[in-house]
């Protein structure tokens, strides 16, 4: 069809001049990921014009129009706004660079930051080109914009030695020849935005280096972008996953990142692209959602807590400064994401934590709405609970593996409780075609199964358990047990609910089944007469009156089930990070159990060894200085008119040896 050489209605678009003409094979649309991300481009189009090329931002990453359904698609604003902005037509093929003419834009630039959800926001585009046109992607349609990742300066003003690294490999290369590298001062770009107008104009000056084209090889990208973006293919990502995070170990060890967009790259396959870039984002969608076997985090808890050890508050802090301060110690970007892990982490009402590690002191929500009564996080506070530390002995601080960012020390890959967490508050996670659920355990048992197998016993059977909880917990096979809440019958016309299942919140309850039983609907007549409310914080108090009649009905019926006060608590989701870092799919509590107690026996065992070896450290120091003094005070060593060369020399001639305790740290 004609393409419109002019666009309205379609917010935010800054459309070039040529786009829909005849030259429009020559104009470059570059898309953006949000509003900041634009403005940086705005900077660059100072120096490259309008007249070829246009910006637009997406408000949100796009649609997985792979697995979303046609009516999806068609409401869909982003997909209809992008086909609109390119002149794209379902349908219709583009086999050559002439069936390009027929677009308003003859090239797309991707322009995203340069971390996991940039990743996923291009992924998502290839995703939407190749379902609906697969062989535009064979067509030198689509670039991306890469920034560089570290910039190393020395100097100032006109004589400033400046040097640019795209991939933390160049840069880690670069410090290992450079012996003077300390002398630079080092920057690391977070994203776009972390550029300077300058520095944005000086990338649109070189667009040759900064625009990456993506390249189609054949049948291996087709396959690795519907791998990618196809729900059926979630063990094969999950496996490749685990292949990824280990080869990327391996690389470490060996002093590189594994980085796809490395010196001088001209371009990548979109391959490499799902196996090397996108799959940081699969692997940032687990760390999120999925808790360690070890001590029951996820990435933004593990955060969490270690910006409290490490800054040891005394005093209680409001929830909004704790976040900034997780924020600034652990190189996370999005503090107003850790509001809910904070007040999570907090929670003692019936159903959330068994062992609540943050004290709450204020409304950190209640069983009635399920988190969503939580105060604002300037007005409620919190500080470490005194068991915390018991749990999370401060001996086994200096066993941890701490990350970095940068050249900033961060939080451990995981922390090493005396007891597993995991099972002692569970765990609830989902994600793009995954979740994992982790019963919460009565730590009292959990502790005492721990002594059994210390004895060489097995551990006996756990099954689920909320503190407070005063409904019962059945056993239906090894997967499966039935949550029952608790209902007493008080007169021929009057039933007392006091316990509900315990992941349905107070409520919830009242408006999905009570409102429903006493109003009725065409299928089915009113049950109750009336109900009424006498809750207080952590318990449920319903009074339901109905007629005799109806009394008899339900009873025959069974109340649990007429008024629904069961519910089926599966144990087939159990996925965590076992201790080497693998996503792992546990069958039983016991697999949990048994896995835990092994890696922190052997932390046992390399505790014992630290801190033997700091004693024999010390003990050594004590002998040398012990030995120094007695040969000063018997006048075998003078040292009065010693020089500090000479004396240090005197000292190795008569075998002291070098500080026993600095040389142990650093070993």
């Not at 070829?52 to 604003?77: C, H, Y």
């Not at 794209?88 to 003419?101: A, I, N, S």
Request: hydrophobic share 35%; net charge neutral; charged share 30%.
């Amino acid at each position: 069809g004609n393409k419109p050489t002019r666009l309205m209605g379609i917010l935010k678009l800054e459309d070039a001049h040529l786009a829909g003409t005849s030259e429009s094979i020559d104009c470059t649309l570059f898309l953006t990921e949000g509003d900041s991300v634009k403005a940086v481009v705005v900077s660059g189009l100072e120096k490259i014009g309008y007249d070829k090329n246009g910006v637009f931002p997406l408000g949100r990453k796009l649609l997985n129009v792979r697995v979303a359904t046609s009516e999806q698609i068609a409401k869909n604003l982003e997909v209809n706004n992008l086909m609109k902005i390119l002149g794209l037509e379902y349908g219709k093929k583009y086999d050559t660079v002439e069936d390009l003419k027929s677009l308003r834009y003859g090239r797309l630039v991707i322009m995203t930051d340069p971390d996991p959800d940039g990743a996923q926001f291009k992924g998502l585009i290839i995703n939407f080109l190749h379902y609906n046109w697969p062989s535009l992607l064979r067509l030198p349609f689509l670039q991306q914009f890469v920034i560089p990742i570290v910039k190393a300066t020395k100097g100032i003003g006109e004589l400033a030695e400046s040097l640019t690294f795209y991939s933390l490999d160049e840069f880690e290369q670069w410090k290992t020849q450079t012996e003077n590298w300390r002398h630079y001062h080092i920057k690391h770009y977070k994203g776009l935005e972390t550029l300077r107008k300058e520095e944005v104009k000086e990338c649109f000056s070189n667009l040759q280096r900064h625009q990456i084209d993506f390249r189609h090889g054949g049948d291996d990208d087709d396959r690795a972008i519907s791998m990618a973006f196809n729900n059926k293919h979630l063990e094969e990502w999950r496996y490749r996953l685990n292949v990824w995070k280990n080869a990327c170990k391996d690389l470490r060890q060996l002093g590189f990142s594994g980085d796809l967009y490395a010196k001088d790259i001209k371009e990548v396959s979109y391959h490499d692209f799902v196996k090397k870039d996108l799959i940081r984002f699969r692997n940032m969608e687990y760390v999120r959602s999925v808790p360690s076997i070890m001590d029951g985090f996820n990435e933004r808890q593990r955060k969490t807590l270690y910006t409290c050890i490490k800054r040891d508050y005394k005093e209680e802090i409001n929830v909004a400064q704790l976040a900034v301060s997780v924020a600034e110690n652990c190189a996370y970007y999005q503090p107003d994401l850790l509001i809910g892990t904070i007040t999570g982490l907090a929670q003692d009402f019936v159903g959330s934590n068994n062992i609540n590690l943050l004290i709450p002191n204020g409304q950190f929500a209640s069983r009635h709405l399920e988190s969503k009564d939580v105060g604002s996080p300037d007005y409620i506070f919190t500080m470490m609970s005194k068991i915390t530390r018991k749990i999370f002995h401060p001996r086994d601080d200096p066993l941890l593996k701490y990350r970095t960012d940068g050249n900033q020390s961060i939080e451990p890959e995981y922390f090493a409780p005396i007891i597993p967490m995991v099972l002692v508050n569970g765990a609830n996670g989902i994600g793009t075609g995954f979740k994992t659920k982790i019963p919460k355990q009565n730590p009292r048992e959990i502790i005492e199964n721990l002594k059994r197998m210390l004895n060489g016993e097995k551990p006996n059977p756990m099954d689920p358990w909320f503190k407070g909880y005063r409904g019962t917990v059945e056993r239906i096979d090894q997967l499966n047990f039935v949550i029952s809440g608790e209902l007493a019958v008080l007169s021929p016309t009057t039933i007392e609910i006091t316990e509900l299942p315990v992941d349905v919140p107070t409520e919830n309850y009242k408006k999905s089944v009570l409102e429903k039983l006493l109003c009725g609907s065409e299928e089915c007549p009113p049950i109750i007469t009336d109900y009424q409310e006498h809750h207080t914080d952590n318990n449920v108090r319903f009074v339901v009156t109905m007629t005799e009649k109806m009394m008899q009905q339900v009873e025959s019926e069974g109340f649990h089930r007429a008024f629904k006060l069961q519910s089926v608590y599966s144990l087939r989701s159990m996925l965590l990070y076992d201790s080497n870092g693998s996503l792992k799919t546990y069958n039983s509590v016991d697999d949990i159990m048994n896995e835990f107690y092994e890696v922190r026996l052997e932390l046992y065992r390399k505790r014992r060894d630290y801190f033997s070896g700091k004693v024999e450290a010390l003990r050594a120091r004590l002998v040398n200085q012990n030995n120094f003094l007695t040969e000063i005070s018997s006048k075998v060593l003078i040292v009065d008119s010693e020089k500090f060369d000479v004396l240090l020399e005197e000292l190795r001639r008569r075998n002291y040896a070098p500080d026993p305790l600095i040389a142990w740290e650093k070993k």
